[in-house]
């Protein structure tokens, strides 16, 4: 079955940085897209980065220009390196997987990692 673990989270100071990983599993990986949401309390679960299996990327608005997705086929992992972190991002962050589309569409999540920002 899919199994999608993240590790990398913790307390930072702001403008600190932090790298997160997803290693992933039961699925074959170099063929397929991944993804980082985030969830900070009282929000709905919101789109960080996502990247293709050929390496492009796309990003919230939000991250853009500090956040970097990227992946490691032969290691099955997807990495989100975070830089210049702000309050405002402190959440749970979780990796995604996402197979099919439309109705056939099925989202697989890690168990997240919290991120928390503060001085």
């Known amino acids: 079955q899919v199994q999608l673990v993240e590790s990398g989270g913790g307390l930072v100071q702001p403008g600190g940085s932090l790298r997160l990983s997803c290693a992933a599993s039961?699925?074959?990986?170099?063929?397929?897209?991944m993804g980082w949401y985030r969830q900070a309390p009282g929000k709905q679960r919101e789109l960080v980065a996502r990247?293709?299996?050929?390496?492009?990327?796309n990003y919230a608005d939000s991250v853009g220009g500090r956040f970097t997705i990227s992946r490691d086929n032969a290691k099955s992992t997807v990495y989100l390196q975070m830089n210049s972190l702000e309050p405002e991002d402190t959440a749970v962050y979780y990796c995604?997987?996402?197979?099919?589309?439309?109705?056939?569409?099925?989202?697989?999540w890690g168990q997240g990692t919290q991120v928390t920002v503060s001085s």
């Open positions: 039961g699925i074959i990986f170099s063929l397929n897209g």
């Open positions: 995604n997987y996402r197979r099919g589309t439309g109705r056939n569409q099925v989202d697989y």
């Open positions: 990247i293709t299996s050929g390496g492009i990327t």
